[in-house]
């Protein structure tokens, strides 16, 4: 049978091993914070690169603390004249760069929001997180900064050390700080809004939330390991929704599956052309997804050992206990008076769409008036267009970055 590890391969298909990952950080360089903190650049030739015609970047460097100084960059339209909103983008977990950089050269999150704000006459404010020297990503070697102790409360911490960055910015209104978060950015940003003299920031006016944490960490993560894999065989292999597998409804739903996902379902399901005997404990020849299949399944990807799946580095299972300290998204931004917009892929195995709803509901009912959710069919946790089962990673749709600059035009 199939290893644990191997099937936790074909589970997590985005991300860094976590439910709430973005990008990945693949490479590795020395720390040479040799700026000061504060300091401010003309950026170089990159302001040329295709997208960003009329807008300023600005290289900063913003001090975290405990020994860190990130790289950010600062845009804003090159026309404008006084104080400006400002966007301040809260990526997915995993050591991610200021772009949100996309594995396998599929291009970045945040660079074409950026842009898209930018167009509406927005200032944004885009960092490089803990322990990320560079655009690659590329990651430090100082284990102190791309593991701290309590993981997640420090990326809380350092997101707020951006806003005040951004908040004594010359060229920042203070007032008008909207904080745009994907994934574990939507967490981050969420805590933020509802407790900003907590953390030492100005009330935001205004929170964009991209693949919605709306769910306990918990539940997210038995959906990305475990939950997926019934779904599919509900989904793709249980034509007549009988909620039980006949040798010919495996072999068929086999059909198609790339090559690991298929051995993989096969050593589950089929024992050469017939059901597995292993998992058919009744013996009629059928393998009952939920109670036959399901059972083997949670053994061999080792939920039941949450939080410390099989499988799993101890950095994120340090991560997971952390993040499960702090509130939801719809237990936190509940208590945010502001406007909100919520975005969720229907396709989403990651931040599934139920939870994004769950989160919208409890910001209408604790009173909120200016508040929204779109759930786009095909779109899964990077926003972009790309199979349920077999996503790939892609730049947001451009129904998203419509949807987004609307918005933005219209609480300007």
Do not use: C
Request: glycine residues 10%; without cysteine; charged residues 20%.
């Amino acid at each position: 049978m199939t290893t644990t590890k191997k099937f936790r391969n074909v589970t997590v298909a985005l991300g860094t091993a976590v439910v709430l990952a973005g990008g990945v950080g693949v490479a590795n360089a020395a720390v040479t914070p040799s700026a000061v903190a504060g300091d401010v650049q003309q950026a170089g030739p990159a302001t040329t690169q295709s997208g960003w015609r009329g807008v300023t970047r600005e290289a900063v460097q913003i001090d975290f603390g405990q020994g860190w100084v990130t790289k950010g960059e600062l845009t804003y339209p090159s026309n404008a004249k006084g104080r400006l909103p400002v966007v301040v983008m809260l990526h997915g977990s995993g050591h991610n760069d200021m772009n949100q950089t996309l594995p396998e050269g599929k291009g970045s999150t945040f660079v074409p929001l950026a842009q898209a704000a930018s167009r509406e006459g927005f200032a944004t404010l885009r960092f490089n997180k803990r322990g990320v020297t560079d655009i690659g990503p590329v990651e430090s070697t100082d284990p102190a900064q791309l593991a701290p102790k309590n993981p997640y409360d420090r990326i809380q911490r350092d997101a707020a050390a951006v806003i005040r960055f951004a908040a004594r910015s010359p060229r920042i209104d203070s007032s008008r700080i909207f904080l745009l978060g994907h994934s574990e950015g939507t967490n981050v940003a969420a805590n933020l809004a509802a407790e900003p003299k907590k953390f030492g920031i100005p009330k935001p006016a205004g929170v964009i939330e991209m693949g919605v944490v709306g769910l306990e960490i918990k539940e997210l993560l038995s959906l990305q390991i475990y939950g997926r894999l019934l779904l599919q065989l509900h989904d793709e292999f249980d034509v007549n929704a009988d909620g039980r597998l006949t040798a010919t409804e495996a072999v068929n739903g086999l059909t198609g599956q790339p090559k690991e996902a298929a051995d993989q379902f096969r050593s589950v399901l089929l024992d050469g052309d017939k059901v597995a005997a292993g998992t058919d404990t009744d013996h009629d020849g059928q393998v009952a997804i939920d109670a036959e299949a399901g059972a083997v399944l949670r053994k061999v990807t080792g939920i039941d050992a949450y939080p410390n799946v099989p499988g799993l580095d101890q950095a994120v299972v340090d991560y997971i206990k952390d993040i499960a300290r702090f509130p939801t998204v719809a237990q936190a931004l509940p208590k945010f008076s502001g406007p909100t917009l919520m975005l969720n892929g229907e396709n989403d195995l990651q931040t599934p769409a139920r939870a994004a709803l769950v989160a919208d509901a409890a910001v209408a009912a604790a009173g909120n008036q200016d508040h929204k959710i779109v759930i786009y069919p095909g779109m899964a946790h990077t926003m972009n267009i790309t199979p349920k089962f077999v996503p790939a990673f892609g730049e947001p749709d451009h129904q998203v970055v419509t949807e987004i600059r609307g918005w933005l035009k219209s609480h300007r």
